[in-house]
Antibody, heavy 115, light 108 residues
Framework: QVQLQESGPGLVKPSETLSLTCTVSGGSISSYFWNWIRQPPGKGLEWIGYIHYRGGTNYNPSLKSRVTISVDTSKNQFSLRLSSVTAADTAVYYC?????????WGQGTLVTVSS | EIVLTQSPGTLSLSPGERATLSCRARQSVSSNYLAWYQQKPGQAPRLLIYGASSRATGIPDRFSGSGSGTDFTLTISRLEPEDFAVYYCQQYGSSPYTFGQGTKLEIK
């Protein structure tokens, strides 16, 4: 059973870069597509993008200029960087994995953008 | 991008009743790559259905998905107390992968 755990700062200042890491256990990162999905408080879900273990990426065009997703197969981790954040980026950020739909989800981590 | 519209926004039903949730796409969903998720407060979403009609591992058979092209339906045949939650559809056939806005299933 694949388990995912997000880690990173819960508070980021406006204009700075949000950085989160997802640690994968119970399975190899050399499988699946590894996603980041976010959910603003009280709102719906937004797909940010994914990375394949071989490094291929696919980003949401609405965020593409600010997003980088990378993978470290040696550590069984993948990461999200979102630059130039504003209050609109305040959300619960989920790392998630799947192929047909998103099968595995982390518990989510709330990131607040505020000075 | 493919916009998904879910209806109704809120559905009020009693345990034991049948629930029918709709997800409509503005354009055809490639290969019927349509998934349904259940989300309870404070929890991550859980995959229920993928490929429009295939149940994910461990999902009870009271949950079923149907539809193709632009119109999809999630049916819960007989509601259990634990089924009251928010349900989202997602298409993963065309990038960007988009979600519907959600249907809240509440106890009547």
């Amino acid at each position: 059973q694949v388990q995912l755990q997000e880690s990173g700062p819960g508070l980021v200042k406006p204009s700075e870069t949000l950085s989160l890491t997802c640690t994968v256990s119970g399975g190899s990162i050399s499988s699946y597509f590894w996603n980041w999905i976010r959910q603003p408080p009280g709102k719906g879900l937004e797909w940010i993008g994914y990375i394949h273990y071989r490094g291929g990426t696919n980003y949401n065009p609405s965020l593409k200029s600010r997003v980088t997703i990378s993978v470290d197969t040696s550590k069984n981790q993948f990461s999200l960087r979102l630059s130039s954040v504003t209050a609109a980026d305040t959300a619960v950020y989920y790392c998630a994995a799947g192929g047909s739909g998103v099968t595995y989800w982390g518990q989510g981590t709330l990131v607040t953008v505020s000075s | 991008e493919i916009v998904l519209t879910q209806s109704p926004g809120t559905l009020s039903l009693s345990p034991g009743e049948r629930a029918t949730l709709s997800c409509r796409a503005r354009q055809s969903v490639s290969s019927n790559y349509l998934a349904w998720y259940q989300q309870k407060p404070g929890q991550a979403p859980r995959l229920l259905i993928y490929g429009a009609s295939s149940r994910a591992t461990g999902i009870p058979d009271r949950f079923s998905g149907s539809g193709s092209g632009t119109d999809f339906t999630l049916t819960i045949s007989r509601l259990e107390p634990e089924d009251f939650a928010v349900y989202y559809c997602q298409q993963y056939g065309s990038s960007p992968y988009t979600f519907g806005q959600g249907t809240k299933l509440e106890i009547k």
